[in-house]
């Protein structure tokens, strides 16, 4: 593990004078005492989340609240086989997100959540990033600048790792605090994730792996009408569904899910 990323918040002063009111004070985000003061409400919610699901759930909404930069936030999960999922989320476009890290294996989620990654990966400018190019340009396409991703420590025996991402619309739009409030959010998943029984975890697993396998039998189908209508091959109809998809600017598994269900309106139209 690298050395500690998370640089010390010491030089963060919050004058009591100048905070406003609105529920929670804050001065750029919610202060020490109303941070205190949520997380304190989080672990009572946790422990009474009756599923894993349910638990990291709760992790991402208090992101977006108690994060005072936060916009959007997910949890990204890595089997013992290697593979990723994002089974929580705040906004349907985190996982469209996290899912150009995967399929380019490339992104900051993944830094983080690898077993021999560095534990946290950030970027304060994602419209100016050169680590991860189709990440950062499909972020910074979606109005998202700024990203801290942090690791949720492996599960005992399950060989289960995963990060909190936390993304922001501001580039410099996450502060050094906030960098603290995720590393407090990823320690509360992370324990949930350790006291999770392993049933519980077989199931979120079993539903990944069921829309994973969705997936490619709708591919599969696209493809087959693909090879039908134009008399090509399996790998000619697979190459022209992905670039249509780029061209469009649409997910391949929607692109086919479209063919699949409507192919007899456009042969029509």
């Known amino acids: ?22 529920g ?5 985000g919610p202060t020490g005492d109303a941070r205190i003061d949520g997380f304190e409400a989080l672990t009572r919610r946790l422990l009474g989340a009756p599923t894993v699901l349910g638990t990291l759930e709760q992790v991402v909404d208090a992101a977006v609240r108690l994060v005072s930069g936060a916009a959007l936030a997910s949890v990204t999960l890595r089997d013992r086989d290697g593979r990723f999922s994002t089974p929580v989320r705040t906004h349907p476009v985190a ?14 989620c993944l830094d983080a959540a690898v077993p021999e990654g560095p534990g946290f990966a950030a970027s304060d400018d994602l419209g100016a990033e050169e680590r991860w190019p189709e990440f950062s340009e ?7 600048d700024a990203i801290i991703s ?3 420590l492996p599960t005992p025996g399950e060989g289960l790792t995963g990060a909190l991402n936390i993304y922001s619309h501001d580039a410099r739009g996450l502060s050094a605090a906030d960098r603290h409030t995720a590393l407090l959010l990823a320690t509360h998943a992370s324990l949930a994730l350790a006291h999770a029984r392993v049933a519980e975890l077989a199931d979120l697993q079993r539903a990944d792996l069921a829309r994973a396998v969705d997936s490619r039998d709708v591919i599969g189908q696209a493809k087959g009408i693909l ?5 090509i091959g ?5 190459a022209l569904l992905r670039r249509t998809s780029q061209e469009l600017n649409v997910k391949l ?7 699949t269900t409507r192919h007899d309106e456009i042969d029509r139209g």
């Open 150 to 152: 942090t690791e949720l």
């Open 95 to 108: 996982v469209s997100l996290d899912e150009v890290q995967y399929r380019t294996r490339s992104g900051p």
């Open 138 to 144: 499909a972020a910074h396409h979606e109005g998202y």
């Open 1 to 22: 593990m690298a050395a500690d990323p998370h640089p010390s918040a010491g030089g963060h002063h919050i004058d009591p004078r100048t905070a406003t009111t609105r």
């Open 24 to 28: 929670t004070p804050t001065v750029d």
């Open 234 to 238: 399996a790998d000619e109809a697979f």
């Open 227 to 231: 090879m039908t209508r134009r008399g």
């Open 253 to 259: 598994i929607d692109l086919a899910r479209t063919l």
